[in-house]
Nanobody, 123 residues
Framework: QVQLVESGGGLVQPGGSLRLSCAAS????????MGWFRQAPGKEREFAAA????????YYGDSVKGRFTISRDNANNTVYLQMNNLKPEDTAVYYC????????????????WGQGTQVTVSS
């Protein structure tokens, strides 16, 4: 059974940084793309970033481009989201997700999801 466990969320001031981690377990993840999505209260789940299995391809949502960086460590089945220059509008629950095949930007394309970690950006 696939499990994804996010960590690293918290409260940070505007302009600050956080690094989220997502540890995957339960199977071999060869060929699996990983994605980060976020959902603020009353809003739809939004694509943030995704990375191919090899790490050679990455893609970012327009609202985070230039501030967030996704990376992965396949030896440890972990994906990261480095978030810099955080803004109040980045406040949301952040979810990691995985799927077999190429990276996608739509939530419906992912088969497995973590439970989410809260990120709050406020002074």
């Amino acid at each position: 059974q696939v499990q994804l466990v996010e960590s690293g969320g918290g409260l940070v001031q505007p302009g600050g940084s956080l690094r989220l981690s997502c540890a995957a377990s339960g199977r071999t993840f060869f060929g699996y793309a990983m994605g980060w999505f976020r959902q603020a209260p009353g809003k739809e789940r939004e694509f943030a970033a995704a990375i191919s299995w090899s790490g050679g391809s990455t893609y970012y949502g327009d609202s985070v481009k230039g501030r967030f960086t996704i990376s992965r460590d396949n030896a440890n089945n972990t994906v990261y989201l480095q978030m810099n220059n955080l803004k109040p509008e980045d406040t949301a629950v952040y979810y990691c997700a995985t799927r077999f095949g190429p990276l996608l930007t739509i939530p419906g394309g992912y088969n497995y999801w973590g439970q989410g970690t809260q990120v709050t950006v406020s002074s």
